[in-house]
């Protein structure tokens, strides 16, 4: 048969508006924030929501939770390859400023992660004999492409036309990132759901996190949105804005943003 398919609208700030959609729930994967350069507080409010779930998955007695978060934990000043998740959890607090090129999105995220990785294996209730705890694990997606995008290749499109249809590379043309398709984004957090409903190894894969990549060639960012550009008449130029530059203005630019927040 079928299983129907129920949309609720809630705010994520708001507990009361998550419980009537946490009841009878077996998992619960928060993907909710909000990625933008606005108003800082905005920014920690939307990502302090996770307490919210946390205590509506307590309160509905919901045994799993499946936070998403960002390969962005893992930033710093010079390249790496090959980083794994013990590589950033190692680096972080640490003292070596490796990974001191947290913004205000994944600075949240970074506490979000360490609230929902405290509440793994916490009591959620219910009598001696059908008593289990809370298990919780992380998601960390790398950069994200793919239907749906409003934030990646719309913003180097919307960018190039502002330009007259002329696009520079910003930093090192050499510099290659990682990235991934958003359906097996989706898909890494089916596989996490079911690895958590199975008893056998719920326990075994909860309360870590979990960088999420896929086949998908390493490129520049610029090279990658190049056949976007192209579609768009917009056209990438040989020339380089030098990373320094680049660097200065986007600290600046959050500086400003944190100073004129409320």
Same mark, same amino acid.
């Given at each position: 048969g079928s299983t129907a398919l129920r949309f609720v609208s809630a705010d994520v700030t708001d507990k009361a508006q998550l419980v009537p959609a946490f009841r009878n729930v077996d998992c619960v994967i928060h993907t909710a924030a909000l990625i933008e350069l606005g108003l800082y507080p905005d920014v920690v409010r939307m990502n302090d929501a996770r307490k919210n779930v946390i205590d509506a998955c307590r309160e509905c007695r919901v045994p799993n939770l499946i936070f998403t978060s960002t390969s962005e934990l893992g930033r710093c000043y010079k390249p790496v390859e090959g980083f794994t998740e013990a590589d950033i959890d190692a680096t972080e607090g640490s003292g070596k400023g490796e990974v001191d090129l947290l913004n205000g999105y994944a600075t949240s995220?970074?506490?979000?992660?360490?609230s929902v990785l405290d509440a793994n294996c916490s009591s959620i209730g219910g009598d001696n004999n059908?008593? /289990?705890? %809370?298990?919780?694990?992380?998601? $960390?997606?790398?950069?994200?492409?793919?239907?749906?995008?409003l934030k990646f290749?719309?913003?180097f499109i919307r960018a190039g036309k502002r330009f007259f249809g002329l696009m520079p590379h910003l930093g090192s043309p050499d510099a290659q990132i990682q990235r991934v398709y958003v359906g097996n984004v989706a898909w890494a957090h089916v596989c996490a759901m /079911?690895? %958590?409903?199975?008893?056998?190894? $719920?326990q075994q894969i909860s309360g870590?996190?979990?960088?999420?990549?896929?086949?998908?060639?390493?490129?520049s960012n610029f090279q990658f949105v190049r056949p976007f550009l192209r579609a768009h008449g917009v056209r990438l130029l040989g020339v380089s804005v030098p990373l320094v530059l680049v660097f200065v203005f986007w600290w600046l630019l959050e500086l400003l943003a944190m100073a004129i927040s409320p």
């Amino acid at each position: 048969g079928s299983t129907a398919l129920r949309f609720v609208s809630a705010d994520v700030t708001d507990k009361a508006q998550l419980v009537p959609a946490f009841r009878n729930v077996d998992c619960v994967i928060h993907t909710a924030a909000l990625i933008e350069l606005g108003l800082y507080p905005d920014v920690v409010r939307m990502n302090d929501a996770r307490k919210n779930v946390i205590d509506a998955c307590r309160e509905c007695r919901v045994p799993n939770l499946i936070f998403t978060s960002t390969s962005e934990l893992g930033r710093c000043y010079k390249p790496v390859e090959g980083f794994t998740e013990a590589d950033i959890d190692a680096t972080e607090g640490s003292g070596k400023g490796e990974v001191d090129l947290l913004n205000g999105y994944a600075t949240s995220k970074r506490l979000a992660e360490r609230s929902v990785l405290d509440a793994n294996c916490s009591s959620i209730g219910g009598d001696n004999n059908n008593s /289990r705890p %809370l298990c919780t694990l992380i998601i $960390r997606p790398v950069g994200i492409y793919g239907e749906g995008d409003l934030k990646f290749i719309p913003t180097f499109i919307r960018a190039g036309k502002r330009f007259f249809g002329l696009m520079p590379h910003l930093g090192s043309p050499d510099a290659q990132i990682q990235r991934v398709y958003v359906g097996n984004v989706a898909w890494a957090h089916v596989c996490a759901m /079911r690895c %958590l409903l199975d008893p056998s190894m $719920r326990q075994q894969i909860s309360g870590q996190a979990y960088l999420v990549t896929d086949d998908t060639p390493l490129n520049s960012n610029f090279q990658f949105v190049r056949p976007f550009l192209r579609a768009h008449g917009v056209r990438l130029l040989g020339v380089s804005v030098p990373l320094v530059l680049v660097f200065v203005f986007w600290w600046l630019l959050e500086l400003l943003a944190m100073a004129i927040s409320p």
